[in-house]
């Protein structure tokens, strides 16, 4: 009898033993080898990595001090400590009202037919009808699709779960989830920094596979993420903050390549900074650079803000770059903790004033549950923060809210502002 209780007890350690091996090494091998967490950067990058100004010899570093966060483990030295267990604790039982209790009544892909109430209704995809100048749709959290100077321009593709693995990171339920198949052929791809949520590598393939993508400018550092899914190195160009690009023509002019006059069909890129980080990997954080974006063209100015805390580099970036007719503003997945590289949204209305922008669209909400607050909150208290500060400021200097539902085309002469949300739960 004893001799048969040895006997399970050694097979039952057997066992136990082989699987937390089998979980480790597969799991090692994951982290290792999962194409997810990106690339190495080539000789090239590296060496332009290590001349710019704002890297120290090990990592990039923000213009403004930036604390450590829970978000950033390299900087986690300090314990977990209460208030960070409860955010643990809000992750793993979220609280009622973090997701949305039913799909998010959101706008199919595409543009409605003359005399088509609801879009919903209509099949049409961009494919078959791409958008026209100046017309812009937001399709959840920092993705936006526009068209500018006879160019499709979108800001960080994301399609899928803000995750490595096949957990977590899973974007809400919505009437009419926008796909990358739905998206017409993209010329200027905008990356403003590698984060999951930002940076999502099976939309890359896809845009590859489907013969989607036309460009892509990337800060530094993040062209070695996008040769290794299947990118061309020819189509890829990498920038340092406040560096500058031209696409298509420029009138002949004296002054610097920032202030010549562009032609109709021509566009500016600059890569501006924000206060954050980056990084894929559990280590290794800060390698890659981060930003936010400008975009002109001969008759619109826009802004992309990426991610990042309140800084007084949005004061500079509108001098130097505004005003903006509209500039897309990261609002949400913030956090009293992340404040230094997640702007509260009463910072992200205060950041539009500093850039002059004439109109704001709320981004980095309403697509994934990354942080503690309700759902809807990063849209209602921006919304406060805008109108209370338009009573401060003169009426040449006010901002207007565009509130669009998901996957809903509108031009800035035509501003969708009805509050969509307060009508889901
Ligand atoms: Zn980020």
Redesign the pocket.
């Known amino acids: 009898m004893i001799y048969l209780l040895l006997l399970i007890v050694k097979w039952l350690l057997i066992f136990i033993v082989t699987l937390v091996v089998v979980i480790a090494v597969g799991t090692w091998l994951f982290l290792k080898l999962a194409p997810t967490f990106g690339g190495r950067p080539d000789a090239e990058t590296l060496a332009r990595i290590k001349a710019s100004k704002y890297f120290n010899g090990e990592t990039f570093v923000n213009l403004v001090p930036t604390h450590a966060t829970t978000l950033d483990i390299d900087d986690v030295t300090d314990g977990v400590s209460p208030e960070e267990s409860n955010i643990l604790k809000q992750f793993l039982f979220p609280p009622k009202g973090k997701n949305p209790s039913r799909p998010i009544a959101s706008y199919r892909l595409g543009k409605p037919q003359a005399g088509a109430k609801q879009p919903t209704a209509h099949k049409l995809t961009l494919t078959t009808q791409p958008l026209a100048e100046g017309e812009f749709v937001w399709l959840g959290h920092s993705t936006v699709l526009f068209r500018l100077a006879g160019k499709t321009i979108i800001t960080d593709p994301v399609f899928h779960r803000a995750s490595p693995a096949p957990i977590g990171g899973k974007p809400f339920a919505m009437t009419h989830a926008p796909k990358v198949a739905d998206l017409p052929f993209i010329d200027v791809v905008l990356i403003?920094?590698d984060?999951y949520?930002?940076l999502d590598h099976k939309a890359i393939k896809q845009l590859m596979r489907q013969k989607k993508a036309g460009h892509f400018y990337a800060p530094l550092g993040v062209k070695a993420h996008l040769v290794l899914w299947g990118v061309p190195d020819t189509m890829i160009s990498e920038f340092d903050w406040y560096e500058a690009m031209q696409i298509a023509s420029v009138e002949p002019s004296q002054a610097s390549a920032t202030d010549a006059l562009l032609t109709e069909d021509a566009l500016r890129v600059v890569f501006t900074p924000t206060r954050?980080?980056?990084g894929r990997r559990i280590k290794g954080h800060r390698t890659t650079l981060?930003g936010s974006w400008v975009v002109q063209s001969a008759t619109l100015n826009v802004y992309f803000s990426?991610?990042g805390g309140y800084s007084s580099e949005f004061a500079n970036i509108g001098e130097r770059y505004g005003p903006f007719d509209i500039a897309f503003m990261e609002d949400g997945a913030y956090n009293e903790r992340w404040r230094d590289?997640?702007m509260l949204p009463e910072e992200s209305a205060q950041a539009g004033f500093d850039l002059q922008a004439k109109v704001v669209l709320p981004i980095h909400w309403g697509k994934f549950d990354l942080s503690t607050h309700h759902w809807r909150d990063p849209v209602r208290r921006i919304k406060q923060a805008v109108a209370k500060g338009n009573t401060q400021v003169a009426v040449d200097k006010q901002i207007k809210l565009a509130t669009p539902r998901v996957g809903e085309v509108f031009t800035l002469d035509k501003l969708p502002t009805e509050a969509w949300w307060e009508a889901e739960s």
Do not use: P
Request: negative net charge.
């Open positions: 403003s920094h984060h949520d930002h954050h980080f980056s981060w990426g991610d590289v997640h």
